[in-house]
């Protein structure tokens, strides 16, 4: 009898050692993946040489820059700081996506605002990102990413955003790029 039962008990030990195995094992691009930091609103955070505070979050139906810019549509507006950490060689704004559920959002290029902004180390510079939003995104929570280029094997800066508590505004002007105060 117990000839029997031996196989078959150590059979099951294994297929349950298996599933173990399976289910413990990272996915195959875990090795890739960027190296995230939470932020809060208000609350300085940094991811390798990047070093973000978001100051400011803003709906607005319309947004204008300092130099007369301007676009109507929903628009999420993110005022922040941000300065490089340990080198300001290559050290720019350049990875700004807004994710929400399975589609992610780039920052506009239109208009003045910090995307690709030149950091300097340590001594931080200010401005806003802007999305614009399809009507169905704002009843949804967001998560903001920040980061010096691409998120691969690097440091991001993710900060989660909850669209259906924001008021909209009727127009945003874009902080004007410069020194943080």
Known sequence: MR???LPWLLTAVLLAGAWVIVKATLPVDAAQEPFVTTATLGEAASARNLVTTV???HAARS???ATGWSADGDWLVIDLEAAAQVTQEGAS?????LVIGDRTFTATERGTTFLNQALVTG???SG????QLPDDAWT???TL???LGTPVLDGVIEMGIDLSDLPFEPEVSFEENGWAR
């Open 63 to 65: 947004v204008t820059d």
């Open 93 to 97: 704004l350049r990875t700004a996506t």
């Open 140 to 142: 949804e929570h967001a």
């Open 128 to 131: 806003s990102l802007a999305f």
């Open 55 to 57: 100051t400011d979050v």
């Open 123 to 125: 001594v931080p510079r």
């Open 145 to 147: 990413r920040l980061g």
């Open 3 to 5: 000839s029997k039962i």
